[in-house]
């Protein structure tokens, strides 16, 4: 199993940014997908999640009216658009896949696969 993300790197605040991720090993279409962030000395938190055939989203408070979390199933690949940029969203950011019930989309040990993380830097 491989999740690999892309797309970060430096932006002004104000900006925007789209991640991707691309998974392989697993039957992509079945698994809710997940976006979560770790920003330095503090632990990962939860941003986005997405069900299986991309009907339902789901969002942090923290992040809410800004990100547009999508994924294309043909193409094995989840997608968070990050708009209105600030400093506070910079963070690792991480993409991840569970098969666990929709409930738990916010919990980070309910997640089975997890990418390498891309990083995500905003600058003021």
């Known amino acids: 199993v491989q999740l690999q993300a892309s797309g970060g790197g430096l932006v002004q605040a104000g900006g925007s940014l789209r991640l991707s991720c691309t998974a392989s090993?697993?039957?992509?279409?079945?698994?809710?997908m997940g976006w979560f962030r770790q920003a330095p000395g503090k632990e990962r938190r939860f941003v986005a999640a997405?069900?299986?055939?991309?009907?339902?989203?789901y969002y942090a408070d923290s992040v809410q009216g800004r990100p547009t979390i999508s994924r294309d199933n043909a193409k094995n690949t989840v997608y968070l658009e990050m708009s209105s940029l600030k400093p506070e969203d910079t963070a690792v950011y991480y993409c991840?896949?569970?098969?666990?019930?929709?409930?738990?989309?916010?919990?980070?040990?309910?997640?089975?696969?997890w990418g390498q993380g891309t990083e995500v830097t905003v600058s003021s």
């Open positions: 991840t896949a569970s098969k666990n019930a929709w409930r738990w989309v916010r919990v980070s040990s309910k997640y089975a696969y």
């Open positions: 997405i069900s299986e055939s991309g009907e339902h989203q």
């Open positions: 090993g697993y039957t992509f279409s079945t698994y809710i």
